[in-house]
């Protein structure tokens, strides 16, 4: 299977709360990360959490991980329309710390 | 300055063309990456330099051939492609000190179009 999981597709209402999940398999992860993409454009870093931490909040993301059951969330508080993006989930272990991509999960909010 | 710029934005090229991608960073940082999307899927790693040097090579067929001329410059020298190559060429950079808040800045992508 994939290092890196991530349901494809998620759809909320405008104002919404979204909640989009990633698990990952390699226990000796250290950093996970999550990245948007807009469409034809590059990927933007949003925010990254060390694997010690189970929170990080950054404004209107909320970073949850469950080391345990290596689940990693991203929950987006009163979502607009200019979020709907690709969001990919990404681990990075030791060494090179190059992230290693989940397939992404694409947002659309709608009205 | 926090940007990583690639040009051309569009590249459409036949079999034949030999063409080159360009990526540009003024961040000091001393690791580039070039990265391979192809729709709906997630960056696939082709190349690393960390400090001028090609470090990680995943596999890439010859027909790709990047070049670091120097710590803000990275290129990526196209000859012979075939359509599978079709793809949004993405390239990145970021520190290189062994730690995991190494985190990369994307340029925007290449979008290329082999015919």
């Known amino acids: 299977g994939e290092d890196v999981e991530q349901s494809l597709f998620l759809s909320v209402r405008e104002g919404d709360s979204s909640v989009i999940n990633c698990t990952y398999t390699?226990?000796?992860?250290?950093?996970l990360y999550w990245y948007k993409q807009e469409p034809g454009a590059g990927l933007q870093l949003l925010t990254y959490?060390?694997?010690?931490?189970d929170m990080k909040q950054d404004q209107r993301l909320t970073v949850l991980l469950n080391k345990k059951d290596k689940h990693l969330s991203l929950r987006i508080a009163d979502t607009q329309t200019g979020d709907s993006a690709i969001y990919f989930c990404?681990?990075?272990?030791?060494?090179?710390?190059?992230?290693?991509f989940g397939r992404g999960t694409s947002l659309i909010v709608h009205p | 300055d926090t940007e990583v710029t690639q040009t051309p934005k569009h590249l459409v090229m036949g079999m034949t063309n030999k063409k080159s991608l360009k990526c540009e960073q003024h961040?000091?940082?001393?690791?580039m990456y070039w990265y391979k999307q192809k729709a709906k899927k997630p960056p696939e790693l082709m190349f690393v330099?960390?400090?001028?040097?090609?470090?990680i090579n995943e596999s890439v067929p010859s027909r790709f051939s990047p070049e670091c001329p120097n710590s803000s410059l990275l290129n990526l020298h196209l000859h012979a492609l075939q359509p599978e190559d079709s793809a949004l060429y993405l390239c990145?950079?970021?520190?290189?000190?062994?730690?995991?808040?190494?985190?990369?800045?994307f340029g925007p992508g290449t979008r290329l179009t082999v015919l």
């Open positions: 990404a681990e990075s272990t030791g060494g090179s710390y190059i992230p290693t």
């Open positions: 961040m000091g940082h001393r690791a």
């Open positions: 959490i060390f694997s010690n931490m």
């Open positions: 390699d226990s000796s992860s250290t950093y």
């Open positions: 330099y960390s400090y001028e040097k090609l470090s």
């Open positions: 990145a950079s970021s520190h290189w000190t062994g730690q995991g808040t190494d985190t990369q800045y």
